[in-house]
């Protein structure tokens, strides 16, 4: 494919690209491209939000060009700042070892295997000494660090920044040293970072990455960003049910959104639906239920992805019960709030209080509103997509 089609076809969706022209010329060159994204590994689950860059990367290896996927083995345990008030806490190797090895074989479940580059940065930062940190650090000045708009803020704020945290965007800039990147992707919150990479490769004689940022996209609650900590996340690991129940409780309003970061459904088709939907001449619950099919397929396969679609509307369209609902014995004088942790339906027991204060919680389709209620035999229903069968 020629250099313009494939500039057309890689920045579409994309947020930053410094700089078009530089891609451009590159592309030109009619070689495949080194093409990067440095991911650390603080938690072991990839979730929807991931798949967004995941998802731009692929697009990169289709075209023929080379992926490299480096593992933050080192760098995670300094923790990126990025958008923090604080500093991370700081994981042990195992912890980093363990995460590592998880998130490479779920980002495997977008990127081609056979055509992606898995390294460590422990391979080059590990080795070197303190002479070779000074040398880095003599090449980016504390101004240009506080640029940044959280260090910018913390620093206004008196709010400590430690040197290690300044490190973090010169050791990311040395992966890219190392790989001789001719591209670096991240999200928009990765801007800073991936500038300062520019920066460096070019104080070692190298010629500058290109930097290109995708969108963020909003967790379940259609507020915040997609984030395991905040509870707001679709994760690769779902169960098929729990991934399709959850995509049809997004908001309207990010359903054209999704699509368009996470799905290969054609930009005109998406336009038409969000048309549609404005019209009132489609049901948004519709065009969200074809997402979810897209989705799950896409992790668990169409077979899969038709059975969820059918229990879905078998339990929120008719208004019936589960084909399986999980048996639980309810144990001499437990209360429900004692089960609900128990049996995994809260994760704690402040989340059970608040779920029954809420009205999230029916035993027989009834709603139970006092916390101190006694578990009690029949159909056990939490949220939407939550059914337990109580018995003694």
């Known amino acids: ?27 030109k060159e009619g070689r495949p491209l080194r093409v990067k994204l440095g991911v ?54 195992e912890e980093v070892r363990e995460n590592a090895k998880s998130y490479a074989e779920q980002a495997f479940k977008v990127l081609d295997p056979e055509k992606t580059e898995l390294r460590y940065n422990s391979e080059w930062l590990g080795k070197m000494n ?9 090449k980016y000045t504390v101004a240009r660090m506080l640029e940044r708009d959280d260090f910018s803020r913390r620093f206004k704020e008196g ?4 040197i290690s945290e300044f490190l973090y965007p010169l050791a990311q800039a040395m992966d890219s040293v190392a790989i001789n990147a001719d591209v670096e992707l991240g999200g928009t919150d990765q801007l800073f970072n991936l500038l300062v990479g520019r920066k460096i490769m070019e104080e070692y004689g190298l010629k500058p990455q290109i ?11 259609g507020k915040q960003k997609m984030s395991k900590s905040l509870g707001n996340y679709i994760a690769f690991n779902d169960t098929p049910k729990d991934m399709f129940g959850k995509i049809m409780s997004i908001p309207d309003y990010l359903i054209t959104k999704y699509m368009r970061l996470l799905t290969d459904v054609p930009k005109e088709k998406i336009e038409e639906y969000e048309r549609l939907m404005k019209e009132r001449k489609i049901n948004p619950r519709d065009v ?20 969820e679609k059918e229990e879905f509307i078998k339990v ?8 399986e609902i999980p048996e639980v014995k309810i144990n001499d004088d437990e209360k429900l709030v004692d089960l609900l942790f128990r ?35 029949g159909i056990l229903r939490v949220g939407k997509r939550k059914f337990f069968r109580l018995v003694r």
């Open 316 to 323: 929120f369209s008719k208004k019936e019960l589960p084909d």
């Open 40 to 93: 650390d590994p603080s938690r072991p689950d990839l979730h929807l939000g991931h798949m967004v860059v995941l998802r731009k990367l692929r697009q990169f290896q289709d075209l023929g060009h080379h992926v490299i996927l480096i593992i933050g083995d080192f760098t995670g345990m300094i923790g990126d700042p990025s958008g923090r008030n604080e500093m991370r806490p700081m994981l042990t190797e």
């Open 288 to 307: 969200k239920m074809e997402l979810a099919h897209i989705i799950t397929s896409h992790f668990y396969g169409k077979d899969i992805a038709d059975r």
């Open 343 to 377: 049996i995994g339906a809260a994760s704690s027991k402040s989340e059970a209080k608040r779920l029954i204060t809420q009205g999230g919680v029916k035993i027989d389709g009834e709603r139970v509103n006092d916390i101190n209620s006694a578990a009690r035999e």
């Open 130 to 138: 303190f002479a070779d940190v000074i040398k880095l650090v003599s």
């Open 159 to 162: 709010i400590p920044i430690s």
């Open 211 to 221: 930097v290109m940022t995708m969108p963020i996209i909003e967790g379940t609650d």
């Open 1 to 27: 494919m020629d250099a313009l089609k494939q500039l057309e076809i890689l920045k579409e969706n994309a947020v930053d690209l410094v700089s078009e022209e530089e891609l451009y010329e590159r592309l």
